[in-house]
C-alpha cells in the first residue's frame, strides 16, 4: 500500500520559515515525480523532484523562499520555506505521479491528506 505521510504545517508570522516533510512509503521514489501543491483560494504546483531526471520545478511565487530536497534513504521529501507571505496561506499536499512530470497538482496517482500552512502579518 502506498501512502505519503505528510508533517510540519503550522502557524507563522510573516517572514518567518516552516518545513514540511513527506514521508513515503510502498513505492520507489525513482519512479516518481514527487512534491507539493498547495490548495488555498486556487490549486498551485508549488515544487517537484524527479529523481530519475535530476530535475525540480518551483513555481515563480516560491522561486528564490523555497527549496525542496529528498532523503532517498528515508523516502522523505523535504520543502523548506521561507520569507513566507500571506498568500502562501493554504493547505499543502504531497503528491506523487509514477513516471510523471512535474508539476504534480492535477495530475498524480497518489497524495497524502494534506498540512495546514497559516501565515499571520
Known amino acids: 500500500e502506498v501512502q505519503l505521510v505528510e508533517s510540519g504545517g503550522g502557524l507563522v508570522q510573516a517572514g518567518g520559515s516552516l518545513s514540511l516533510s513527506c514521508v513515503a512509503s510502498g513505492l520507489t521514489l525513482d519512479d516518481y515525480a514527487i512534491g507539493w501543491f498547495r490548495q488555498g483560494k486556487g490549486r498551485e504546483g508549488v515544487s517537484c523532484i524527479n529523481?530519475?531526471?535530476?530535475?525540480?520545478y518551483y513555481a515563480d511565487s516560491v522561486k528564490g523562499r523555497f527549496t525542496i530536497s529528498i532523503d532517498n534513504a528515508k523516502k522523505t521529501v523535504h520543502l523548506r520555506m521561507t520569507s513566507l507571505n500571506v498568500e502562501d496561506t493554504a493547505v499543502y499536499y504531497c503528491?506523487?505521479?509514477?513516471?510523471?512530470?512535474?508539476?504534480?497538482?492535477?495530475?498524480?496517482?497518489?497524495r497524502g491528506q494534506g498540512t495546514q500552512v497559516t501565515v499571520s502579518s
Open positions: 529523481n530519475k531526471l535530476s530535475s525540480t
Open positions: 503528491a506523487a505521479a509514477l513516471l510523471g512530470s512535474c508539476p504534480v497538482a492535477y495530475v498524480y496517482d497518489y
